[in-house]
C-alpha cells in the first residue's frame, strides 16, 4: 500500500507520489521502466508500496523527472519514519488491550511497579518488570507455565496470569541472599518444619524462612493473582540456588502446608533444568516426567505431614470418625488436627460440608 493510515496518522510512501508524477507527464508504467531501465513488475511495486525505495533508484528518478536525488530521499525518510510512528501506536494499543487482562494493582499494591494512571505507562512498566519486549510474550503456553497441549478452551487470560505470577516469583526470588544449596540439611530441618504446622504464622513464618534460605532454598510467598490457577512454583536459579514460591489464594492451613512439602518435594528432587509449576488441572504438559515429577511431590507431602503406616492404623482402627478421633490423633502425630481432617476430605472420608471444619483454621502470612 503506498499509504498508510492509522487512526489520525498517515504515511505515504515514495510510489504514491510517484504514481502522481507519472499521471501528469502522461505516462504509463512500462514507459517509466524503460526510461528507468527497470521492469514494470519493479515499478508496480514501487508504485503500491511493495518495494523500498533503493538509493540507485533515488538517483534515476532524479535524472527522469529533473528533480533532486535529496528529495525523493527524504520522502523515503519521511515514509519510514512516520511508518514506525504507526508501528508503535498500532502496537502500543494492542498492548494497551492486553494489559485488560492482567491486574496491574496487584504489581503496585507489592511495591513492584509505580503506581499511574496512564494506561501506555502500566504496560511499560510491566514490560520493564518482567523483561518482555510485548505482554504478548506472556500469552504463550510454552513461556515459563507449560500447558497441555490438548487443553482447547485455555483462555489467554489463563496463560498470561499464570506467566505473570511465576515470572514475578523469580524476580522476586532472585532478589533474596541464600546459603549454597544443601539438601542434607533440608532434610535435617523437615522435622522442626513440620513442627511449625502447630503454631502461627507469626511465629512459624520468618524462622521458617530463615531455615530454608540455610539450605539454599529462597521461599516467596506471593498474594493470588486472579485467574492464575497457581499454587506454587520451583525454579533453579543455579546448582546452589532454588526458588521456591507459594500462592496464599486458599488461606487454610492444611492447604498452605500441603502445598508447601508439596513444593519441598520438588526442590528435593534436585530437577535443576526443570521449572516445575503446581496448579490447576490444566496447568503441565502431558510430559510423563512432569506427571510422575508431581505424583512423587504429592506422595512426599502427605508422607511428611502424615506418616503412611500411622494414617492407615487410625483409619483401621476408626470405624466413625469424630472430631475427638482427629484431635487425638493429630496430637499423637505430632501435626495440627486441621490438616489430618484435610487429608481425609481429600480422599472423601469425611465430608467437606461436615460440622468439623472447625477444626480447620485459615492463616493470613504477610
Avoid at 502522461?26 to 525505495?53: F, H, V, Y
Wanted: aromatic share 10%; hydrophobic share 40%.
Amino acid at each position: 500500500m503506498s499509504k498508510i493510515e492509522y487512526k489520525e496518522l498517515i504515511a505515504f510512501h515514495p510510489g504514491y507520489y510517484l504514481k502522481e508524477m507519472i499521471e501528469y507527464e502522461g505516462m504509463n508504467q512500462d514507459e517509466l521502466a524503460k526510461r528507468l531501465k527497470t521492469s514494470g513488475k519493479n515499478i508496480s511495486d514501487l508504485i503500491n508500496g511493495k518495494a523500498n525505495l533503493s538509493d540507485e533508484m533515488a538517483l534515476n528518478l532524479s535524472i527522469v523527472f529533473g528533480t533532486s536525488v535529496s528529495l525523493w530521499l527524504n520522502l523515503n525518510k519521511k515514509y519510514i519514519e512516520k511508518k514506525l510512528e504507526i508501528d508503535k501506536r498500532m502496537q502500543d494499543d494492542k498492548e494497551c488491550e492486553l494489559l485488560k487482562k492482567i491486574d496491574y494493582k496487584f504489581w503496585s499494591d507489592l511495591g513492584l511497579v509505580e503506581t499511574t494512571t496512564r494506561t501506555i505507562d502500566k504496560v511499560k512498566a510491566l514490560q520493564s518488570y518482567f523483561r518482555i519486549a510485548s505482554l504478548e510474550v506472556l500469552c504463550r503456553r510454552d513461556f515459563l507455565v507449560q500447558y497441555r497441549t490438548t487443553i482447547t478452551h485455555l483462555e489467554d487470560i489463563n496463560v498470561m496470569n499464570a506467566n505473570a505470577w511465576v515470572q514475578t516469583a523469580i524476580n522476586i526470588g532472585n532478589q533474596k541472599q541464600v546459603n549454597v544449596f544443601n539438601k542434607k540439611l533440608l532434610i535435617e530441618y523437615l522435622p522442626e518444619i513440620r513442627k511449625m504446622t502447630l503454631q502461627n504464622p507469626e511465629i512459624f513464618y520468618p524462622r521458617l524462612e530463615q531455615l530454608l534460605a540455610e539450605c539454599g532454598v529462597a521461599l516467596v510467598l506471593l498474594p493470588n493473582l486472579r485467574n492464575c490457577g497457581i499454587n506454587g512454583a520451583v525454579k533453579w536459579v543455579n546448582k546452589e540456588k532454588v526458588i521456591l514460591a507459594i500462592n496464599n489464594r486458599r488461606k487454610y492451613a492444611d492447604t498452605f502446608w500441603f502445598s508447601l512439602f508439596h513444593e519441598l518435594g520438588h526442590v528435593l528432587q534436585q530437577r535443576i533444568k526443570v521449572l516445575l509449576v503446581s496448579g490447576d488441572e490444566v496447568l503441565n504438559n502431558s510430559d510423563e516426567l512432569l506427571q510422575r515429577l508431581e505424583k512423587e511431590a504429592d506422595m512426599f507431602s502427605q508422607n511428611v505431614l502424615i506418616p503412611e503406616q500411622a494414617y492407615r492404623e487410625f483409619l483401621r482402627k476408626t470405624w466413625t470418625i469424630y472430631e475427638n478421633d482427629i484431635i487425638n490423633f493429630a496430637r499423637e502425630i505430632g501435626v495440627h488436627p486441621g490438616i489430618v481432617l484435610g487429608r481425609l476430605q481429600m480422599e472423601k472420608i469425611v465430608p467437606y460440608n461436615t460440622k468439623m471444619n472447625s477444626l480447620k483454621i485459615k492463616y493470613e502470612v504477610a
